[in-house]
C-alpha cells in the first residue's frame, strides 16, 4: 500500500538558516503529493502540493519538487523565520484511496 | 460553511461515559477522515469516508470507537466507555475524492479530556 517516510525530529536551525525536511514515498500509479503545517496550538493547514512528476509546490517561500526517479518530495526554504517553527506533514493522495501521511517533523527556529 | 466544521471544540468527561464528535465537511466534498493526535504526536488514522462505498475502518483503536456518515454529509465519531487513554484531540477532514482533487482540509478538531 502506499506509504510516507519523513525524517524524524525535531530539526533545530537559527534564523536564516536553509532548511531541508527530507520526504520519500511508496505508491502505486500516480499520487498527488503534499505538504501540511501545523502551527503551535492550530490545526492543519496545506502549505503546497504537486499533481505530477517534475511539478514544484511553492508557498510562502518553501518549495518541494515531486521526484518520481527518487520517489521524494523533500520541502526546502532558502531562509528561515522564527515564525515558521511547526510540525510539517509530508502526505500523500490516490484518487478513491485514504491520504496517508507521514509522522511529522518539527521545526524549531531560533532567532 | 466555507470549512470543515467540528464540534465541539472542547469536551471533558467522565471515564465510562460516552462521547459523540461531530463533523460537517465542506460541501460537495465525497471524501471524509477521521484522525486522532495526541499531545506532541503525530496523525493517527481512525476511519475513512469515500461516497458510498463501505468505509476504511482499519485505523479504529478498539470496538468502543465507530463512526458513521449520514446522507454523504455529516459524519459523527463515538468513543463509548471511554478510558484516559482516548484523550486527545480528534480531528476531521474531508476532499473532493475525485482524481486530481486529493487535498484533504482540515476542521480545527475537538480536543477530549477524559478525567
Known amino acids: 500500500g502506499n506509504s510516507v517516510t519523513q525524517m524524524e525530529g525535531p530539526v533545530t536551525l537559527s534564523e536564516e538558516a536553509f532548511l531541508t525536511i527530507n520526504c520519500t514515498y511508496t505508491?502505486?500509479?500516480?499520487?498527488?503529493l503534499f505538504w501540511y503545517v501545523q502551527y503551535p496550538g492550530e490545526g492543519l493547514q496545506l502549505l503546497l502540493k504537486?499533481?505530477?512528476?517534475?511539478d514544484k509546490g511553492s508557498n510562502k517561500g518553501f518549495e518541494a519538487t515531486y521526484r518520481k526517479e527518487t520517489t521524494s518530495f523533500h520541502l526546502e526554504k532558502g531562509s528561515v523565520q522564527v515564525s515558521d517553527s511547526a510540525v510539517y506533514f509530508c502526505?500523500?493522495?490516490?484518487?478513491?484511496?485514504?491520504?496517508?501521511f507521514g509522522t511529522g517533523t518539527r521545526l524549531l527556529v531560533s532567532p | 460553511g466555507a470549512g470543515v466544521s467540528q464540534s465541539p471544540s472542547n469536551k471533558v468527561t467522565e471515564k465510562g461515559k460516552d462521547v459523540e464528535l461531530r463533523c460537517d465537511p465542506i460541501s460537495g466534498h465525497t471524501a471524509l477522515y477521521w484522525y486522532r493526535q495526541s499531545l506532541g504526536q503525530g496523525l493517527e488514522f481512525l476511519i475513512y469516508f469515500q461516497g458510498n462505498s463501505a468505509p476504511d475502518k482499519s485505523g479504529l483503536p478498539s470496538d468502543r470507537f465507530s463512526a458513521e456518515r449520514t446522507g454523504g454529509s455529516v459524519s459523527t465519531l463515538t468513543i463509548q466507555r471511554t478510558q484516559q487513554e482516548d484523550s486527545a484531540v480528534y480531528l476531521c477532514a474531508s476532499s473532493l475524492g475525485r482524481q486530481g482533487f486529493t487535498e484533504a482540509f482540515f476542521g480545527q478538531g475537538t480536543r477530549l479530556t477524559v478525567v
Open positions: 505508491a502505486t500509479g500516480y499520487p498527488s
Open positions: 502526505a500523500l493522495g490516490s484518487p478513491f484511496q485514504k491520504l496517508v
Open positions: 504537486a499533481t505530477k512528476a517534475d
